[in-house]
Nanobody, 127 residues
Framework: VQLQASGGGSVQPGGSLTLSCAIS????????IGWFRRAPGERTEAVSC???????HYEDSVKGRFTASRDNDKRTAYLQLNNLKPEDTAVYFC??????????????????????WGRGTQVTVSS
């Protein structure tokens, strides 16, 4: 199983980006997908986690600005980033939770809950 995030770039404050996470080697319709980020010198933090059944969790810092979605047929997850701020600058990662399958319910978003991680994509927000 491989995950690859893409779509990052450099934007000005207030700008938008759409990140994609292409997942190969497995179907995804039974699994939760998480988005995380790591700013320079900081630990990895949660952004949004989304369950197989539509349950979702967003961290307070991104609520109302970021929207996660998925296309199970394409085995791809998306993260729409709007109204970007300089503090959103980070490497963004997508992750998949395979263990427990439909037995796992998204109630929050924690790094240790996710089994498989992809390479990240850089998002830089500056004027």
């Amino acid at each position: 199983v491989q995950l690859q995030a893409s779509g990052g770039g450099s934007v000005q404050p207030g700008g938008s980006l759409t990140l994609s996470c292409a997942i190969s080697g497995t179907y995804i319709h039974n699994y939760a997908i998480g988005w995380f980020r790591r700013a320079p010198g900081e630990r990895t933090e949660a952004v949004s986690c989304n369950g197989w059944n539509g349950d979702s969790h967003y961290e307070d810092s991104v609520k109302g600005r970021f929207t996660a979605s998925r296309d199970n047929d394409k085995r791809t997850a998306y993260l729409q980033l709007n109204n970007l701020k300089p503090e959103d600058t980070a490497v963004y990662f997508c992750a998949l939770r395979q263990r427990d399958g439909v037995g796992f319910r998204v109630t929050n978003c924690q790094t240790h809950e996710y089994d498989l991680w992809g390479r990240g994509t850089q998002v830089t927000v500056s004027s």
